[in-house]
Nanobody, 116 residues
Framework: VQLQASGGGLVQAGGSLRLSCAAS????????MAWYRQTPGKRRELVAR???????IYADYVKGRFTISRDNAENTLYLQMDSLKPEDTAVYYC???????????WGQGTLVTVSS
């Protein structure tokens, strides 16, 4: 599985960004997809996940501000990020888990910087 994330950049606090992740493969609709993020010196942490049944979960620190979605016809995962805070500054990674859901595949990451 090849993943290409895009949409990162510099934004002021309170602003919005939308990340996209284009995935390869013919069975994208079956993949469990997720966004993780990492800041220097910290572990990668889950931001949001969406299943093949469109069930979503969010980390507490992004609930109500971020929305994960997917377009199976376009093999694309999205993360709409609103009300951004400086502490959201991180490299954001797109992750795919195709059937049989025993391995994860990671994209290259896209940097989001939120200025105060």
């Amino acid at each position: 599985v090849q993943l290409q994330a895009s949409g990162g950049g510099l934004v002021q606090a309170g602003g919005s960004l939308r990340l996209s992740c284009a995935a390869s493969g013919n069975d994208f609709g079956l993949y469990v997809m997720a966004w993780y993020r990492q800041t220097p010196g910290k572990r990668r942490e889950l931001v949001a996940r969406i299943t093949n049944a469109f069930k979503t979960i969010y980390a507490d620190y992004v609930k109500g501000r971020f929305t994960i979605s997917r377009d199976n016809a376009e093999n694309t995962l999205y993360l709409q990020m609103d009300s951004l805070k400086p502490e959201d500054t991180a490299v954001y990674y797109c992750v795919a888990a195709p059937p049989p859901y025993t391995n994860d595949y990671w994209g290259q990451g896209t940097l989001v910087t939120v200025s105060s």
